[in-house]
């Protein structure tokens, strides 16, 4: 090909630059008038330093190219997952780190938090934050690791691809397991939170599982969109959505004199906030289930640091998401659960009244099925890669390729209709899929993954000795919350159907049900 266009007189030079060699190669074919010098300068995050800058023609100046630079010139990247990547089908790294925070803000943002005031009443103010912020800097560290681990690992996609790093096909096929069933469980959630917010805005105007059915056909349209770039402006209009829903009705929460649900009092009514709860260990176990959920978007980062544009950004990205996510939480479950006590919604946004719950869920709406998009989009897409991983179809705008993709964007969307109609108890879907397979994703994973990166080093000194207990620890707790909360969660479920708090495909409301769905509140 070379040669036939220098014998047609196009003035052009032709490299082959290998960035990565070991363990796949990334390779980058380039065009450019021999006058200049292209020298491709990479981050030496993302490149070995023997790697780190490549020359090309010995008679050229010199041209940076930038991943957040379009290049004048026309680029084929071989990516280690994607594998050639042309201006014939989708751009899949094609995502900015500001993009990033968002998709990383919104993937936790959304479910998670209307959960928390209720687990502070099972909890107890001070070990609920206790909780919350324990949880919060393990994932957190949980997080950084996945960017550490495909920085490492450049063919690694998903926690699925890291599971047969470290332990061959049987990690592989555990782990891949878990990450379907944890997603379709989160968005048959979504799906759930998007039938209360139809409920709460129309007053119950139809049949619930009606309203459930409309969520999952627009969570479909959407997820079928096939980049993460191109939802990224979507993640920042549901993320103001969801904020602008959540702070009114913290505002209003303030304002009201009791909650809707809290009984008339005969003289003034005060709110019956703790300290610390009473709980029992299964009710303890399945309200940290709760906090688990909130902070369980870890999983999604492997998929998000692989479209990203320009990966070395991802610890910037993340550390900018978290404490967005963390104060939040902390924000909004402190206040709401202060002035409502016990008598706080699940989800809380029907904390204050009708009037104002109506306005809540007009505003969250929008955000609540971009959550459900960002939570059906990353399972369908998993599916998607293991099909069609190596193919020229792939990258290519191919019946086969739409086929597939639409395919796999139906097949979970479907799936986690299911699940969304056959558990139709909001606090208790949170939890269980916490306690399940939020804590199997977010915990004990990455202190495997920093243990087989770092065990073989020869430099065992403090810092090594203190990772290595940490990385256990990690491990420990991880194992500890899954089983006891999953536990936990069954035997609430176990009794809130025998007080008929939900039943499967039912039409009744289920947007005034009261937290956190455990029997004491059911009486």
Not at 181 to 199: E, P, T, V
Request: charged share 10%; with cysteine; hydrophobic share 50%.
């Amino acid at each position: 090909m070379v040669n036939w266009l220098k014998g047609h007189g196009f003035p052009l030079t032709f490299a082959h630059i290998d960035l990565y060699t070991k363990p796949h190669p990334l390779i980058v074919y380039t065009t450019f008038p021999p006058s200049t010098l292209a020298t491709v300068v990479m981050s030496s995050d993302t490149v070995p330093p023997q790697e780190k800058k490549t020359a090309i023609d010995e008679n050229s100046s010199s041209l940076e190219k930038s991943p957040s630079q379009p290049a004048e010139s026309s680029d084929i990247i071989e990516d280690a997952v994607f594998g050639r990547v042309t201006g014939e089908g989708p751009n899949y790294r094609s995502l900015g780190w500001i993009a990033t925070i968002a998709l990383m803000t919104k993937t936790q943002i959304g479910l998670g938090v209307l959960s928390i005031p209720a687990s502070f009443d099972t909890l107890g103010i001070i070990p609920g934050i206790f909780c919350l912020c324990t949880i919060g800097i393990i994932t957190t560290w949980s997080s950084y690791m996945v960017g550490v681990f495909k920085r490492n690992h450049p063919e690694v996609y998903s926690i699925d691809d890291a599971g047969y790093k470290m332990w061959g096909k049987i990690g592989r096929e555990i782990l891949a397991v878990a990450f379907m069933l944890n997603w379709i469980f989160i968005s048959g959630s979504a799906m759930l939170g998007i039938s209360i917010g139809f409920n709460a805005v129309s007053q119950h105007a139809v049949c619930t599982a009606i309203f459930v059915a409309i969520a999952a056909l627009l969570t479909l349209a959407f997820a079928s969109i096939r980049t993460l770039s191109k939802i990224g402006f979507l993640a920042w209009i549901g993320l103001f959505c969801i904020m602008t829903a959540i702070f009114t009705v913290t505002i209003a929460v303030t304002l009201e004199k009791r909650p809707a649900v809290a009984p008339m009092p005969l003289v003034k009514w005060e709110s019956d906030w703790k300290l610390f709860g009473n709980p029992t260990a299964q009710q303890a176990f399945a309200a940290i289930g709760c906090h688990v959920f909130a902070f369980a978007g870890t999983p999604a980062f492997f998929s998000i640091v692989a479209e990203m544009r320009e990966p070395q950004f991802y610890t910037r990205a993340l550390l900018w998401s978290q404490a967005v996510v963390a104060t939040v939480y902390l924000v909004i479950g402190c206040i709401v659960y202060v002035y409502c006590g016990s008598y706080v919604a699940s989800p809380a946004l029907g904390s204050a009244g009708p009037v104002i719950k109506r306005i809540c869920y007009g505003f969250a709406l929008p955000g609540l099925l971009v959550t459900a998009m960002i939570v059906t989009h990353i399972p369908a897409k998993y599916i998607f890669l293991r099909i069609l991983r190596g193919s020229e179809h792939l990258h290519r705008n191919s019946l086969v390729h739409w086929g597939t993709w639409l395919g796999c964007t139906g097949g979970v969307t479907v799936t986690a209709y299911i699940i969304a109609s056959a558990i139709p108890i909001f606090g208790s879907l949170v939890s269980l899929i916490g306690s399940t397979f939020g804590t199997l994703l977010a915990f004990q994973p990455y202190g495997f993954m920093w243990l087989f990166d770092n065990w073989a080093r020869k430099d065992r000194g403090k810092r090594w000795k203190f990772m290595v207990g940490w990385s256990v620890f990690v491990i420990i707790v991880g194992t500890l919350i899954m089983f006891l909360g999953t536990w936990g969660t069954v035997l609430e479920i176990r009794e809130a159907s025998k007080h008929k708090m939900g039943v499967p495909w039912s039409c009744l409301d289920n947007s005034n049900q009261v937290a956190p769905d455990l029997p004491q509140h059911t009486g």
